[in-house]
């Protein structure tokens, strides 16, 4: 019951290696910094920036060479196969428990793999630079929320993907590609309005001079706004942010109320211009497109890896949910730096039509100065590192989109 190894497994596993190992590399060692950044910023926020980021990167990097390496041994060693049998024969002769009791496992081996990571990056590092607001319970209950949340659906799409399998042996992941699809367009709609709220508080927004700025920059951009909400973000974080959300009736923009309570209005203006830019440029759908787009190459070649590794008679067994979480690990990981590309091109097209809209350059200048030093971004990011990684651009980069935008 051994799967077999084949060589577009090896290329994939090779191209992650050697990604890994340069983003490693750029990670511990970014380089000089870049000399205008002193226009902006002192050297002590940029080796601080540094220092923040690089343990982050690092824990980042390794956390997603341990699951890949762990699903790789998992797989080829015979481990998930016999795994596999055994739940069956637990389960016997009731077919969709096995799946279920399989699943499950896999699912709490790979969580309590990247809990050290989550911990880390999302509790410890934050408190100690100062911008978490939780405790530590607060903190594990969110987890277990979300664990929770996750795991429903996790089991819900694996009982799905096994119908699938079964149903159309040869077309399968023509099916999945359009659930999927479809899957990415109903959570547009219903996160904002049924997850969010189980993590955060939202009001409408109270200050009149808010209201009548995001309503100015609605008229502008002639972007309709549903409902103008601030999120209770300062229970966990002294970061700011603003975002849009949702499609037709669930549409709103969300301020976070560290936004409110940091930044001066100029800024928040910026910010909200910024959002607004998305929206009308219709970042939104052509986000949706792309994913759905994405989701069909990627369910495309898990179909030819499952076909090539997996015996035909053993395809709708358990552990091919193994091999293709690996598949779906290795393409989306060498996938990113095109996704991350085609978010920092919309990035920077929201920027530039932001400055259009406030007509006001240098409080949009003056926002990203603020936003990096008080996020403690990397200021001088390793050309690799930003290509890879970075959804995006960096600091530096928008200020250059900002000066060249015509008001």
Do not use: C
């Not at 659930?179 to 508080?201: A, R």
């Not at 209770?232 to 709103?252: I, P, V």
């Not at 996020?375 to 960096?394: C, K, R, T, V």
């Amino acid at each position: 019951m051994r799967t077999r190894i084949n060589l577009i497994w090896i290329i994939l596993l090779v191209l992650t290696g050697a990604f890994s190992l340069l983003y490693l590399w750029y990670a511990i060692f970014p380089g000089e910094v870049d000399a205008r950044i002193l226009q902006y910023f002192s050297m002590e926020q940029a080796v601080q920036g540094r220092e923040y980021q690089r343990a982050l990167q690092v824990a980042s990097v390794i956390s997603v060479i341990l699951q890949i390496g762990f699903l790789t041994w998992f797989i080829f060693s015979g481990r998930a196969a016999k795994l596999s049998q055994r739940a069956q024969q637990i389960t016997a002769p009731r077919y969709w428990p096995g799946i279920l009791l399989f699943s499950v496992i896999l699912w709490f081996m790979l969580s309590l793999m990247i809990l050290p990571f989550s911990l880390f990056g999302s509790f410890y590092w934050q408190k100690r630079w100062g911008f978490s607001a939780q405790s530590m319970s607060g903190w594990w209950l969110d987890y277990f929320k979300g664990a929770g949340i996750e795991l429903i659906l996790f089991a819900a799409g694996i009982v799905l993907l096994f119908v699938m399998i079964k149903k159309w042996p040869k077309d399968w992941w023509l099916a999945v590609s359009g659930l999927f699809s479809l899957w990415l367009i109903v959570q547009s709609f219903l996160w904002p309005v049924v997850i969010s709220p189980l993590y955060n508080s939202f009001v409408p927004a109270q200050d009149p001079a808010v209201i009548a700025m995001v309503r100015e920059l609605s008229e502008k951009a002639q972007v309709p706004v549903g409902q103008i909400l601030v999120m209770d973000a300062s229970r966990r974080t002294t970061k700011a942010n603003a975002y849009f959300s949702g499609l037709g009736t669930t549409k709103r923009i969300v301020l976070y109320d560290t936004l409110l309570r940091d930044y001066p209005p100029d800024e928040v203006k910026a910010v909200v211009a910024h959002e607004m830019a998305h929206w009308q440029q219709g970042h939104i759908l052509k986000g949706l497109g792309w994913g759905i787009a994405g989701s069909f190459f990627v369910w495309g070649i898990i179909y030819v890896l499952v076909t090539l590794t997996v015996a035909r008679a053993q395809r709708d067994r358990p552990h091919v949910l193994a091999v293709i979480m690996l598949g779906i690990l290795l393409v989306s990981y060498l996938g990113s730096p095109i996704e991350n590309n085609i978010s920092r091109k919309m990035e920077e097209e929201a920027d530039r039509i932001a400055v259009s809209l406030t007509g006001d350059r240098p409080a949009a200048i003056r926002l990203q100065v603020d936003l990096a030093a008080k996020n403690l971004s990397e200021l001088s990011p390793a050309g690799f590192i930003e290509w890879f990684s970075y959804s995006h651009p960096s600091v530096l980069s928008r200020i250059d989109i900002l000066e060249r935008a015509p008001e």
